[in-house]
Each structure stands twice: as C-alpha cells, then as structure tokens.
C-alpha cells in the first residue's frame, strides 16, 4: 500500500481559500486513484472528490464549482484547491488511494480505498 501524509489545513475565515496537499510515499503513485474524504465529529466519512490515475475527476455535489482536486505523479503529490469555504466544510479531511481499478458506481465509497492518510483539521470561521 501508498503512505499518505496530508497537510495544509487550518483554521481559514467564510469565504476564504485552503489548498490541502497529500504526500504519497511507497508505491507507484502514478498507477493509483485517489479521493479525498472529509468527517465531522459523529458522522460517517463523506466522499469529497476523486482523480481517477488518468487524471478524471468526479466531486460531491456540495463542493462542485468551489473545490478542485489535482495530481502531479512527478512530485508523488495529490492536493485539493478550496475555495469559496463554508461553515459546513468544517471537518478533518483525509486523502485516500486504491491501486484497483474503481468503478464510477464505486468512487463515493469509502470502503474503496485501501490506503488512508491520518488526516488535517479545516476549521471555517462564520
């Protein structure tokens, strides 16, 4: 499996913009697919965006239009662009990634990633 170590949240005012990035170590990262979650204190883990490892991207429908998820295979990297924040996009956001082909009926699922990071606190201020 991938290691992953996210980094960049914080604490960022409504409106405001955060890049979160994801380093990937120990496998071929290029030949991975990767997503980015996000949780809340007691909810279950929500699809966020997904980069297919051809470089299709597929997003939740309340970060349509404001988030941009993007991989440089050259630097082992995937990040997400967030812009537009929300008191609602408050959560830890974890990066994840599965080497298996994922099916379009798959990307929102958690249970399709076999590779987790530890996660990064984003705190949006109203």
């Known amino acids: 499996q991938v290691q992953l170590v996210e980094s960049g949240g914080g604490l960022v005012q409504t409106g405001g913009s955060l890049r979160l990035s994801c380093a990937a170590s120990g496998r071929t990262f290029s030949n991975y697919a990767m997503g980015w979650f996000r949780q809340t204190p007691g909810k279950e883990r929500e699809f966020v965006a997904h980069i297919s490892n051809g470089g299709s991207t597929y997003y939740s429908d309340s970060v349509k239009g404001r988030f941009t998820i993007s991989r440089d295979n050259a630097k082992n990297m995937l990040y997400l662009q967030m812009n537009s924040l929300k008191p609602e996009d408050t959560a830890v956001y974890y990066c994840?990634?599965?080497?298996?082909?994922?099916?379009?009926?798959?990307?929102?699922?958690?249970?399709?990633?076999?590779?987790w990071g530890q996660g990064t606190q984003v705190t949006v201020s109203s």
């Open positions: 994840a990634g599965t080497v298996h082909y994922v099916a379009k009926s798959r990307i929102r699922l958690e249970t399709t990633y076999d590779s």
